[in-house]
């Protein structure tokens, strides 16, 4: 099988560049919260985006479990952190995003737009709905402003984490770092 249609990898430079995406996305989602903060609190926009890109890379790039381990060290950092009331609903919320742009990316060549579209879609449905959970649980939104809020973000990470994430990921690859 094909290096890009593999669901996983183990090897030291994945495991590592893992931990250090990790890092560089607690630092991206640190600043892009508090500028969603002041723009317009209720959606996450600019933290949407940089979420979705990351995710995405961090699965292309890297594959499983490094996909878990970045997506978690941002989501545990941000719970430490006190990011958001809603930080919590960041683990589940990663994790089940991370997973299901590696199904996708398991199955499909990820060398068109279709492909990122379709990753994009589901890990953001799928991130979105914990973080919709959490608007409920912690901040007791109704459900009509939980739509919209989740729908917004949602929608806003899926066009573009699309868009960057392919640009990106073509970059890289014909660079040949990674």
């Given at each position: 099988?094909?290096?890009?249609?593999?669901?996983?990898?183990?090897?030291?430079?994945?495991?590592?560049?893992?931990?250090?995406?990790?890092?560089?996305?607690?630092?991206v989602q640190?600043?892009?919260?508090?500028?969603?903060?002041?723009?317009?609190?209720?959606?996450?926009?600019?933290?949407?985006?940089?979420?979705?890109?990351?995710?995405?890379?961090?699965?292309?790039?890297?594959?499983?479990?490094?996909?878990?381990?970045?997506?978690?060290?941002q989501a545990?950092?941000?719970?430490?952190?006190?990011?958001?009331?809603?930080?919590?609903?960041?683990?589940?919320?990663?994790?089940?995003?991370?997973?299901?742009?590696?199904?996708?990316?398991?199955?499909?060549?990820?060398?068109?737009?279709?492909?990122?579209?379709?990753?994009?879609?589901?890990?953001?449905?799928?991130?979105?709905?914990?973080?919709?959970?959490?608007?409920?649980?912690?901040?007791?939104?109704?459900?009509?402003?939980?739509?919209?809020?989740?729908?917004?973000?949602?929608?806003?990470?899926?066009?573009?984490?699309?868009?960057?994430?392919?640009?990106?990921?073509?970059?890289?690859?014909?660079?040949?770092?990674?």
């Amino acid at each position: 099988m094909e290096e890009s249609r593999k669901f996983g990898r183990m090897d030291t430079k994945a495991l590592v560049g893992a931990v250090f995406l990790g890092i560089v996305f607690v630092l991206v989602q640190q600043v892009a919260h508090r500028i969603d903060a002041m723009i317009n609190p209720s959606c996450v926009i600019i933290g949407g985006v940089t979420w979705a890109i990351f995710t995405g890379l961090v699965v292309l790039l890297f594959k499983q479990p490094a996909g878990l381990i970045t997506s978690e060290v941002q989501a545990l950092v941000a719970v430490a952190s006190g990011l958001s009331p809603l930080a919590p609903f960041f683990i589940p919320a990663n994790g089940l995003a991370s997973l299901g742009y590696s199904l996708v990316a398991w199955k499909l060549s990820m060398d068109k737009w279709s492909h990122h579209l379709l990753a994009q879609i589901v890990s953001n449905i799928l991130g979105n709905i914990c973080v919709g959970i959490g608007l409920s649980v912690i901040l007791h939104l109704p459900m009509p402003v939980i739509l919209i809020a989740s729908g917004i973000t949602t929608l806003a990470g899926i066009i573009g984490g699309t868009v960057f994430t392919k640009i990106i990921y073509d970059n890289v690859k014909k660079s040949g770092v990674i």
